[in-house]
């Protein structure tokens, strides 16, 4: 976890609060329990300031929005990208979770470097485990291309939802120019080393 930065003591709550919002922003790769628990250790650490209480009250009782992008992710590519970007408007933040998927290829590619900073997981199993797993609340991002991914995704909720009744999915179209890009595809080129285009760096 990188370091935290020094708190001005003559912040006034404002300031405190857009500086906790950095903070969460250039943590987003470590867990939020893991984030809450040493955040809080730091500011009880340092000397008396201005709204100290305000501000780990805040930090022990905010719930931000988060969410759970899923898939097998073989490769990430710059389709899967184009969801994430748009689910991190949305939300405050969003874990990259990879699946083990026994009907697909075992995931081979490395990460691009351009995800880097963001919370990654893998699971096995069903996604509604790994959902109990975290202990808080999140809602699942799902990407779509076309109408054939939209009906594949909507069998695949009621399951979801059978499963999990308390599950919370939205649905992201990616960008018309993204549509056609998949990672079955992506493999299939590489067998021609005309892949390289679709990939993230």
């Known amino acids: 976890m990188n370091h935290f930065s020094s708190i001005n003591p003559n912040s006034t709550f404002a300031e405190l609060l857009e500086l906790e919002q950095k903070e969460f922003v250039l943590h987003q790769h470590v867990d939020y329990l893991i984030y809450k628990k040493k955040r809080l250790l730091f500011i009880e650490q340092q000397a008396d300031f201005k709204n100290k209480q305000e501000l780990i ?3 022990t009782t905010r719930l931000p929005n988060i969410a759970v992008f ?3 992710f073989n490769p990430f590519h710059k389709g899967h990208y184009n969801v994430l970007q748009k689910a991190e408007k949305l939300f405050d933040k969003v874990i ?3 699946g083990k998927n026994v009907s697909k290829h075992e ?3 490395e990460l691009p470097k351009t995800i880097a900073n963001r919370q990654h997981a893998e699971y096995n199993g069903l996604l509604t485990d790994y959902l109990d797993y975290l202990t808080y609340d999140v809602t699942v991002v799902r990407g779509l291309r076309n109408s054939t991914d939209f009906q594949y995704e909507q069998n695949q909720y009621r399951y979801l939802q059978e499963l999990k009744p308390d599950i919370k999915i939205v649905n992201i ?3 018309k120019e993204f549509e056609h890009i998949s990672s079955s595809g992506i ?3 590489e067998q021609y080393n005309k892949h390289t ?3 993230l760096p």
């Open 57 to 59: 009250d805040y930090v």
């Open 187 to 189: 493999r299939t080129l």
């Open 173 to 175: 179209f990616c960008n």
């Open 107 to 109: 995931r081979t590619w």
């Open 70 to 72: 899923a898939g097998s």
């Open 197 to 199: 285009g679709y990939l």
């Open 96 to 98: 990259i979770a990879f």
